[in-house]
């Protein structure tokens, strides 16, 4: 491969390129399989996403109250409760 002209790298036309960190989301993940929650935390930690990880619906009140959470990730099928019901739990009411 050809040398690479690095006097423009983090240029595009007369204009510098700034890295801005992206913010960051509070994530709460409702997962009872540990394998598949795992590598759900390891993925959105990694890119630098703050996660709790809860295995049961009964911990989601709290754990939503204490992380204030951006965003829910909720399995579907949960054996100790409906999903919809959490989701009408967690919905913010206007």
Do not use: Y
Not at 47 to 54: A, L, T
């Amino acid at each position: 491969m050809g040398e690479v002209d690095r006097r423009n790298l983090g240029c595009f036309g007369s204009h510098r390129l700034t890295l801005v960190p992206r913010p960051m989301a509070r994530v709460l993940l409702v997962e009872d399989e540990p394998n598949i929650a795992s590598i759900i935390v390891f993925k959105l930690e990694r890119e630098g996403h703050q996660v709790r990880w809860e295995a049961s619906a009964g911990a989601v009140p709290a754990a939503a109250e204490a992380t204030q959470p951006e965003l829910v990730l909720l399995d579907s099928s949960l054996p100790d409760g409906d999903p919809f019901t959490l989701l009408s739990m967690l919905t913010p009411r206007a």
